[in-house]
Nanobody, 117 residues
Framework: QVQIVESGGGLVQPGGSLRLSCVAS????????MGWYRQAPGDQRDLVATITSDSSTNYADSVKGRFTISRDNAKNTVYLQMNSLRPEDTAVYYC???????????WGQGTQVTVSS
């Protein structure tokens, strides 16, 4: 049994900040990649940022310079620090965990981020 649990979403004003967290637990070993994706109503799920086990990162162009992804390998946890938030960042944010040992992705249930005045 594998659990992927996100937290930290909420309502914030434009220009504000939020920090998302995602913890992977259970029968999950050999985690290689962890990342965040988002999906707005009527849109597809898009990449926000990913980080590998050796801390190589990748960001969507729309969030570069505003968002920072980091991880704690000992805790199987990935974070997303989001600064200078904009209304267009409003979406459900999903955590993705890829285990090379299991050969598959695991996804969380998502956390809502709403940027509005």
């Amino acid at each position: 049994q594998v659990q992927i649990v996100e937290s930290g979403g909420g309502l914030v004003q434009p220009g504000g900040s939020l920090r998302l967290s995602c913890v992977a637990s259970g029968d999950i070993v050999g985690i290689h990649l962890m990342g965040w994706y988002r999906q707005a109503p009527g849109d597809q799920r898009d990449l926000v940022a990913t980080i590998t086990s050796d801390s190589s990162t990748n960001y969507a162009d729309s969030v570069k310079g505003r968002f920072t992804i980091s991880r704690d390998n000992a805790k199987n946890t990935v974070y997303l620090q989001m600064n200078s938030l904009r209304p267009e960042d409003t979406a459900v944010y999903y955590c993705r965990v890829y285990s090379w040992r299991r050969g598959r992705d695991f996804w969380g249930q998502g956390t809502q981020v709403t940027v509005s005045s």
